[in-house]
């Protein structure tokens, strides 16, 4: 990317967008974060408020007027703004509708009244639902996703595809696997400690703990995006931005346990494949279309799963 450009973050106040506006703003850009603060917290961004290169907008994306408002003059458009959590969407289940696919929609239609030409967008592994116990590329269908939230994501890719093919859009369009690592606000490791925090004698654990995928840290999630918006020049660019390794949710327990002094909690895990209903127990990444670009994570997932109980030790003092 060119210095100095104008960069418009949806989400940026959260885990993920927060990391990615340090990025953009150490490089000298000029960053927007347009944020409900629903998931996002603004201590994540706080720091940066001094910064004459940065500004802060408490808004919605289904607030249509507030997007027109704001998103006008920037060069391109980092949407990472959605629910966080797959869970939510089997007992709300417009939220995912609103707060991914029309919002989504919403943006884009913003970007094409304003004649802002690239997005970047954050979509997720879970578009792909249950597959073969096989590493899977961005090429595998048919897609069939299981939750609402992974529908959501597809939906919103279309939607991507389509305003790129009509209007001259340019995309970026990431499939993440487990994004970890400081900051993280939602997830199996997150919760987990949380648990463990509040009762350190018995540990609850959603299915039967061995669902497996792939953990990547947050540095590397945000290595891989500006990677492959450096490297990738189609007009839709679409990625697995994962790791080759997976962990399970047992690893994950055990080393949650050794590294707070709890190995003699009691595991309690509540049965099944999945830890909840549309949750895909196992799944695998393929990253050969983003190494072929010469890009490859420095964390394993185990790595970046240790290190991200490691900064949660910090943080919640377990």
Request: charged letters at 20%; a neutral charge; aromatic letters at 10%.
């Amino acid at each position: 990317m060119p210095d100095a450009m104008k960069v418009f973050i949806t989400g940026g106040a959260g885990f993920i967008g927060s990391h990615l506006v340090d990025r953009l703003l150490y490089q000298g850009n000029f960053v927007t974060v347009y944020d409900n603060l629903s998931s996002g917290k603004e201590e994540f961004i706080r720091q940066h408020y001094a910064n004459p290169h940065f500004r802060a907008v408490k808004s919605d994306l289904l607030d249509f007027n507030s997007i027109m408002q704001n998103i006008e003059g920037h060069d391109i458009v980092f949407h990472l703004a959605a629910n966080p959590d797959v869970k939510l969407g089997s007992v709300e289940t417009k939220l995912d509708l609103e707060q991914n696919t029309i919002a989504t929609y919403n943006v884009l239609e913003c970007m094409r009244r304003n004649d802002i030409r690239r997005i970047v967008f954050t979509s997720s592994g879970t578009v792909y639902g249950n597959t073969p116990d096989v590493p899977i590329g961005e090429d595998y269908g048919p897609l069939f996703p299981i939750s609402l939230y992974g529908t959501s994501k597809l939906a919103c890719e279309g939607l991507i595809s389509a305003f790129c093919h009509l209007f001259g859009i340019q995309s970026w369009m990431f499939r993440f696997g487990n994004i970890v690592g400081p900051r993280v606000t939602h997830g199996v490791i997150f919760d987990l400690m949380n648990k463990l925090r509040k009762d350190p004698t018995v540990l609850e654990v959603l299915g039967d703990g061995n669902q497996t995928k792939p953990y990547v840290y947050v540095s590397d999630c945000i290595d891989g995006i500006f990677y492959a918006i450096q490297k990738a020049s189609d007009k839709i660019n679409l990625f697995n931005l994962a790791v080759p390794t997976v962990t399970s949710v047992k690893d994950i327990v055990r080393m949650i346990l050794k590294k707070t002094g709890h190995e003699g909690t009691m595991i309690r895990y509540s049965g099944g494949s999945g830890g909840w209903p549309g949750d895909v127990p196992r799944i695998q990444l393929s990253v050969k279309r983003l190494k072929s670009l010469g890009w490859e994570a420095k964390f394993t997932s185990d790595e970046a799963v240790s290190k991200t109980i490691d900064s949660l030790i910090n943080f919640t003092h377990v």
